[in-house]
């Protein structure tokens, strides 16, 4: 079992930014980020795919930037130019990849980001 801790929620007026970061108590192959809007289904914002590459939601391309420290080991989301749609709860991924395929079986509790116009 694989526990995740997420921090650096908060709000912030449109334009600002925030650092999200996730502390997990082991290290994944698979590990990204997620967010859900109140009324919305969740939706993959940064994740890492079978490939090893990383795949951006096209609304946040150019504004936000996964990254990780592997030694921690804790994933980070920079999220830059922030806009009021960028409103929801975050969380963090991660798990193991079987049968050729990222399976997010670990979830954390979630930061909640919310930006004012």
């Known amino acids: 079992q694989v526990q995740l801790v997420e921090s650096g929620g908060g709000s912030v007026q449109a334009g600002g930014s925030l650092r999200l970061s996730c502390a997990a108590s082991?290290?994944?192959?698979?590990m990204g980020w997620f967010r859900q809007a109140a009324g919305k289904e969740r939706e993959g914002v940064a994740t890492?795919?079978?490939?090893?590459?990383?795949i951006y939601a096209e609304s946040v391309k150019g504004r936000f930037t996964i990254s990780k420290d592997n030694a921690r080991p804790t994933l980070y989301l920079q999220m830059d130019s922030l806009k009021p749609e960028d409103t929801a709860m975050y969380y963090c991924?991660?798990?193991?990849?079987?049968?050729?395929?990222?399976?997010?079986?670990?979830w954390g509790q979630g930061t909640q980001v919310t930006v004012s116009s």
């Open positions: 991924a991660a798990g193991p990849l079987s049968w050729g395929s990222c399976q997010y079986k670990y």
């Open positions: 082991e290290d994944t192959y698979c």
């Open positions: 890492r795919k079978e490939s090893g590459r990383i």
